[in-house]
Nanobody, 121 residues
Framework: QVQLVESGGGLVQAGGSLRLSCAAS????????MAWFRQAPGKEREFVAA????????YYADSVKGRFTISRDNTKNTMYLQMNSLKPEDTAVYYC?????WGVGPPADYWGQGTQVTVSS
């Protein structure tokens, strides 16, 4: 089992940038595919981006494509989400998730507690 802790959230103006981090416990980080999700107030949790075990494959929700970049450093047991050109509609609690499989929906077997991102207009 893996434990996940997000950090890097905060308040930013529209057009600004933030980088979220997700630190994973354990020695088997590279055996998990990873993903970011988000949940805005009053809305369901939605997929943002996913990255494969070694980082060679990535895919994004259409709403963030071209603005967000997912990456990982397996030597540091950490995944990242670089968010640029932020919009007020990006305001949400951002969650990282891990899963043992790839290609059957985004990885979502284990979850972090979330980090708040607020984008002001």
């Amino acid at each position: 089992q893996v434990q996940l802790v997000e950090s890097g959230g905060g308040l930013v103006q529209a057009g600004g940038s933030l980088r979220l981090s997700c630190a994973a416990s354990g020695r088997t980080f590279s055996s998990y595919a990873m993903a970011w999700f988000r949940q805005a107030p009053g809305k369901e949790r939605e997929f943002v981006a996913a990255i494969s075990f070694a980082g060679g494959r990535r895919y994004y929700a259409d709403s963030v494509k071209g603005r967000f970049t997912i990456s990982r450093d397996n030597t540091k047991n950490t995944m990242y989400l670089q968010m640029n050109s932020l919009k007020p509609e990006d305001t949400a609690v951002y969650y990282c998730a891990a899963g043992r499989t790839w290609g059957v929906g985004p990885p979502a077997d284990y979850w972090g507690q979330g980090t708040q991102v607020t984008v002001s207009s």
